[in-house]
């Protein structure tokens, strides 16, 4: 155990400050017993040592140089390419408070059990300390973070997706000092321990104790199940605290829609994974738009904080500083924005190469790769080239529409909420809730077809309520609970709408254009919140009829509009009773005020 000294312990002063987290680091190290510990900078060189030593390991390629600078491809496990839901538990002391959407566990025995694995795992390995902040370093909104891995991988992606290293350690000694002077705890930070174990299917958990602000996570490598800082904190834990503490943590992006007249409305909007959030967040208007003036900004792609300000508006933050996400499907046609942005300095998991060495995945252009994700020659016969949960990892400050205001500390003022999944029939293009608590019922009531960022089938319309069925970190009843409690005297809450870009027609097409077409929809929301757009009520909530919506230019016919708002009523009432069923299983923590509508 000689090599173990954390490096804080040769700072007296500085030890003594940090001294939660230099005693956590001395039990882990003892449990896992690592042959060295690394305390993480964040600095540039820390980041280039660890490519290297990535590189010299083979776990991740350099890609050509002169057409991709800076840009990386690493191959995960072929086991080990998606979030592993049925794996993930959420330990609380009593049952219920976990409810029915989570698997959960005592935390007594989750602990024996996952510590069982952790039990010199790290033997021959680098045990990394990852200190980080989720938000803003300056903002109050923001949280810290600790991640223990010995993974390189996860270190350069949370490098890249957090403020990570020195300024975030210094936020964690500042507010561990302030904590001890107010004779509160001086741990408010999130520990994390993370292990690649031996990557098996077999042996890989993800436990979360959001009592003890703690995250276990053995046997992956793959994105929300190792990249603590991202699902498992920022939304499971955060989750936690925020209904705890009067504020929302989501599984949404943020993105700002600014109208000719320089007016800008944030919006937030919540779609299960792979459901269309990166693509929104980074939307390209369509010509007649750019031509008549509205811009559109990103803020967040996946994680949104907000809370309540003094002006009664929630007030939003994306936690994040990066992107990681979905490959497949990204084109100079559909996200511009999003190619501009990962045409350098980003890491590619899981995708294929072209014969020049060039990342490459479906949808991208007609090229054909030359090897898959698994480094095998390209076969169709194997499926996909890339994996169809690749990704990319990507600093958001590379994207070409961040918002100015993405990292401000107080956060965006939101002006709408947007619920939406993937619905191939059914539910219309865009409806308004009546009201605040209409609204919760819409986002309670949201289902989606299942997608490849989680193992298991694709294609099934499961209930996703908020599109957080796999985030959120306390019952769902209680959950639909704190969200009604914002609308409270003097609350200024944003409308709250839903959408679905994915109605298929009878071949199996998309009937929607979907991705910059979709401002046309985003333009009726704002309008909608200025009280400038017409709508038509319906007992679902409030459609816009075909001449409240701004179709210039566009490529689809009014008969198929007509169509995507139309509301079937007999498809809805089953639609209704499967709510109903659903709400059902959930049990007795489920608000009246959602049962009486
Ligand atoms: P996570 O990172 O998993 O939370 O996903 P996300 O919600 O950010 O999804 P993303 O924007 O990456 O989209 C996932 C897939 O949906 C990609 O293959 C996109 O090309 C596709 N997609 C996104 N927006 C649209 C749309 O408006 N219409 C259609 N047809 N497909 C879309
Ligand atoms: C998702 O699955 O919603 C993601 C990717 O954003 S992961 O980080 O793997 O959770
Ligand atoms: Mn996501």
Excluded at 40 to 45: E, F, H, L, P, T
Excluded at 324 to 350: C, M
Aim: aromatic share 8%; net charge negative; hydrophobic share 40%.
């Amino acid at each position: 155990m000689n090599a173990v000294t954390p490096l804080h312990d040769t700072d007296p002063t500085r030890g003594s400050r940090l001294e939660a987290l230099n005693r956590w680091v001395k039990e882990v190290a003892a449990l896992t017993r690592p042959e060295r510990i690394h305390w993480c900078d964040g600095s540039q060189a820390e980041y280039d040592c660890l490519l290297a030593a990535m590189q010299a390991e083979g776990t991740l390629l350099p890609l050509n140089p002169d057409t991709h600078p800076n840009c990386w491809l690493h191959r995960s496990d072929p086991d080990d390419v998606a979030r592993v839901e049925h794996l993930t538990f959420v330990c609380t002391r009593e049952r219920d408070d976990a409810g029915p959407n989570n698997h959960w566990m005592a935390p007594a025995e989750a602990h024996a059990k996952i510590d069982a694995l952790f039990e010199g795992c790290m033997r021959g390995r680098t045990l990394y300390v990852v200190p980080y902040c989720m938000g803003p370093i300056d903002s109050p909104l923001a949280r810290c973070g600790v991640e223990i891995t010995d993974s390189p991988y996860v270190v350069a992606n949370m490098r890249i997706m957090t403020r990570m290293g020195e300024s975030a350690l210094a936020r964690i000694e500042r507010e561990g000092a302030e904590g001890a002077a107010r004779g509160e705890r001086a741990d408010t930070f999130v520990k994390g321990l993370h292990s690649l174990g031996e990557l098996d299917p077999e042996r890989r958990f993800i436990m979360h104790f959001p009592e003890e602000l703690t995250i276990k996570s053995y046997g992956s490598g793959y994105g929300g199940n190792a990249l603590l800082g991202k699902k498992c904190h920022a939304l499971r834990i955060a989750s936690w605290q925020a209904r705890q503490e009067g504020w929302l943590a989501e599984h949404m992006l943020i993105v700002g829609i600014e109208n000719p007249q320089g007016e800008t409305h944030y919006i937030a909007a919540a779609f299960p994974s792979a459901c269309g959030k990166t693509n929104l967040a980074m939307l390209i208007p369509p010509e007649s738009y750019r031509e008549a003036g509205w811009k559109v900004w990103t803020v967040g792609d996946d994680i949104c904080w907000m809370r309540p300000g003094a002006d009664g508006r929630l007030w939003a933050i994306n936690p994040e500083a990066g992107f990681f996400g979905v490959a497949p499907g990204t084109s100079a046609r559909s996200n511009p924005n999003a190619l501009a942005t990962i045409a350098h300095d980003t890491i590619f998991t899981n995708v294929a190469v072209t014969d020049d060495n060039q990342p490459w995945w479906e949808g991208l252009d007609d090229r054909v790769p030359t090897l898959d994700w698994q480094g095998r020659p390209y076969d169709p016969a194997n499926g996909p080239a890339a994996h169809p949960n690749s990704r990319f990892t990507v600093s958001a400050r590379q994207c070409p529409t961040y918002s100015p205001h993405a990292e401000d500390p107080q956060g965006v003022p939101i002006s709408a909420i947007v619920f939406g999944g993937r619905r191939a029939s059914l539910v219309p293009l865009v409806f308004e809730a009546r009201d605040w608590t209409h609204g919760v019922l819409v986002g309670a009531a949201m289902a989606s077809e299942t997608t490849a960022a989680a193992a298991g089938k694709t294609g099934v319309v499961r209930r996703d309520p908020m599109a957080m069925k796999p985030f959120c970190g306390y019952h769902y009843g209680d959950y639909f609970s704190h969200w009604l409690s914002f609308d409270e005297p003097g609350a200024k809450l944003p409308k709250i709408f839903h959408v679905n870009w994915f109605r298929k027609d009878a071949d199996g097409g998309f009937i929607w254009p979907g991705f910059g077409e979709n401002l046309r929809v985003l333009e009726w929301i704002v309008r909608r919140v200025e009280g400038r757009a017409g709508a038509v009520d319906t007992p679902i909530g409030k459609v816009p009829s075909i001449r409240d919506l701004n179709l210039g230019g566009a490529s689809v016919s009014a008969a198929a509009i007509e169509a995507l708002v139309a509301i079937d009523s007999d498809g809805w009432q089953r639609e209704l009773d499967e709510i109903g069923t659903f709400f059902d299983g959930l049990g007795d923590r489920i608000p009246p005020a959602l049962r009486t509508r």
